[in-house]
């Protein structure tokens, strides 16, 4: 009864358009109510508490640190460097869109900002190099969903914030899948590659050519390495390394591409935080409302029912799956994370699943790296249409086999753990 | 956006000046969030650089940034009250819609504001461990940005009102494109 009331009002209330902060705060005030020994003062408590923790701070840092950089003038370098790998092909600039979105999900920390990066600069290419708008969209909303699997990732900062699960090693964890999923991508883009139309325009492999760009392109390919390394070879902590980040793109931007005034950097400043507000303001009322259903023993129940089912772990393991996928095509990533990310992981952890947490954390993220293209609410579907200017709809049906290819590489992610643990393992173990 | 007044000089009308002050609060609001994140990217860097390079670490390093950190958030809450914050778009925007929404959303921050003001009271006793700051600036935060998001909010039902009004003052409302 008590939760048929919470939900009820957490659904009702998104229904109306309430913003979801708002929603999930008023969900947690009618829990607390209704429910004999929470109290009214914790929802605000508990709200503040949730977001003052010291891994959280990761998250607004390396969303300043992606905008810096981009603002600077790296994208076009950058997919200059792709774009030398891909020479030889006449599909070349779906391929450097594909492989361009993975390194830039190494760069910044968001999505919707990959698709903004590589998207502004390759959709009008593509189209002139007459690829048809739905196809080229296509292949930027769906390659830019790495950005959620491929470190620095938000989600997986959220995770580490919501459980006590390692950020360091769920980004360790991301790097196989992210390169599988990046792999996958280009196949069906070389599958439904228009039969006519696109017009080659190979350029001659050159050591000379590859020497200029891998200089120009060289402050950029630098910044996940030090990034990465820094927080492998122990040097510094996840948040510490969003910090460097910050720090290093704004001296990129600024002293080297020169692209950067400071009027701009202002301008980042202020976007930026409002970004971070509007994420963490999720992020406090969904951690009270996660505070509340472990009181009223949600996770218990919710546990107890999964595994009553059935206990195969293959099972239980689609079951998630499912469920994530469903939830994403209506809900935001943030809350998803914050809210069924705790929730789940007991189960997939039990002895009775018995998933490894930082391979149960990387297929978590997969899965919801999904609800970003499904219909009605995928965020990257709306970005896209915007910046190709096509409507929603054709851009539905271009990436659609994408989405099919997305969710095959999750079940591989899901049922083959190495491709996780064995990074992890190499440098933790 | 003032409308000609018959005599011929410009005078405002009330919904005119409650525009232009949200816009001037969230100008400065603004620059108080850059100012906080620019710091604490600033603090946190100096931290690592004093920790591997010099071998010790500023006292206060951990603790300041977390205040700054929650007052940030509540801020920004605040200034992205006008169509920034995220929602779920399945249900069309309708009339009774936003008036419902805008209801809940003032309730949801007046509770924020009664409550955060009696915990901030409540744990004025207690300091953070290393800089004995008092608990209460950072649970402040919290009444602090809600109270703005309300005062900011005036702007919005002033526009649900006139865009309700017949004639050449209806117009969008604002919160179209976030």
């Known amino acids: 009864m008590l939760l048929l009331a919470v939900f009820g009002t957490l659904f009702v209330l998104l229904l109306l358009r309430v913003p979801i902060f708002v929603a999930l705060g008023g969900a947690t005030i009618v829990g607390v109510v209704l429910h004999p020994s929470a109290s009214l003062i914790d929802v605000v408590r508990n709200s503040i508490n949730g977001i003052d923790s010291l891994v959280l701070f990761a998250a607004p840092l390396f969303v300043l640190a992606g905008n810096l950089i981009l603002a600077g003038g790296v994208s076009r370098r950058l997919i200059g460097w792709v774009d030398l790998l891909f020479g030889f092909s006449r599909m070349r600039l779906a391929y450097v869109n594909v492989f361009g979105s993975m390194f830039f999900g190494g760069i910044s920390g968001s999505a919707t900002a990959d698709s903004a990066a590589i998207g502004s600069v390759l959709v009008p290419e593509m189209k002139k190099g007459g690829y048809p708008t739905p196809y080229a969209a296509g292949v930027t909303a769906a390659s830019s969903s790495i950005g959620i699997i491929v470190p620095p990732s938000v989600p997986m900062i959220l995770a580490g914030a919501a459980t006590s699960v390692s950020v360091t090693k769920l980004f360790v964890g991301g790097y196989g899948p992210g390169l599988l999923i990046a792999v996958s991508l280009a196949l069906v883009a070389w599958i439904k590659r228009p039969s006519s139309g696109v017009t080659a325009d190979p350029e001659r492999f050159s050591l000379k050519r590859m020497g200029i760009t891998t200089y120009k392109a060289a402050p950029a390919l630098v910044f996940p390495v030090v990034i990465m390394g820094g927080i492998l070879t122990g040097v510094f902590t996840a948040t510490e390394a969003a910090a460097v980040a910050v720090v290093y793109s704004l001296l990129v931007s600024v002293f080297i591409y020169r692209e950067l005034g400071w009027k701009a950097f202002f301008t980042i400043l202020k976007e930026s935080a409002e970004f971070a507000a509007v994420v963490f303001s999720i992020v406090a009322t969904a951690q009270a409302f996660g505070r509340f259903l472990t009181l009223a023993k949600v996770p218990q129940q919710l546990t107890e029912f999964m595994l009553g089912f059935s206990n195969i772990p293959a099972v239980v393991i689609l079951m998630m799956i499912v469920l994530l996928l469903i939830i994403g095509t209506f809900m935001e990533t943030v809350p998803i994370v914050l809210v069924l990310y705790p929730i789940l992981e007991p189960i997939a952890t039990s002895p009775d699943v018995g998933m490894d947490p930082i391979h149960y954390g990387v297929t978590f993220m997969g899965a919801i790296a999904v609800g970003l293209l499904t219909p009605p609410y995928g965020v990257l579907l709306f970005v896209n249409s915007k910046i190709a200017g096509i409507p929603s709809a054709d851009l539905i049906k271009a990436v659609l086999p994408f989405v099919v290819a997305l969710i095959i590489d999750v079940l591989i992610i899901a049922f083959f753990p190495p491709l996780s643990l064995a990074p992890v393992n190499f440098f933790f173990g | ?178």
């Open chain 2, 1 to 178: 956006m003032g409308r000609p007044h018959p005599c011929g000089c410009s005078v405002s009308s009330a919904p005119d000046l409650i525009a232009k002050g949200s816009r001037g609060t969230i100008a400065v609001l603004r620059l108080l969030l850059a100012v906080l994140l620019g710091g604490l990217s600033l603090l946190m860097f100096v931290q690592v650089v004093m920790r591997y390079v010099f071998n010790s670490s500023i006292v206060w390093s951990e603790e300041v940034p977390r205040i700054m950190l929650i007052w940030l958030v509540f801020v920004g809450l605040a200034t992205t009250m006008k169509g920034k914050h995220l929602i779920i778009d399945i249900v069309r925007e309708r009339r009774w819609v936003t008036i419902v929404s805008i209801v809940i959303k003032w309730a949801l921050l007046i509770f924020f504001v009664w409550y955060g003001t009696i915990l901030a009271v409540k744990v004025s006793g207690q300091t953070m461990p290393i800089t004995k700051i008092s608990r209460s600036w950072q649970y402040a935060a919290a009444p602090t940005g809600a109270a703005l998001a309300l005062l900011l909010g005036v702007d919005e039902i002033v526009d649900l009102f006139r865009s309700s009004g017949p004639g050449p003052g209806s117009s969008d409302t604002g919160a179209s494109e976030a």
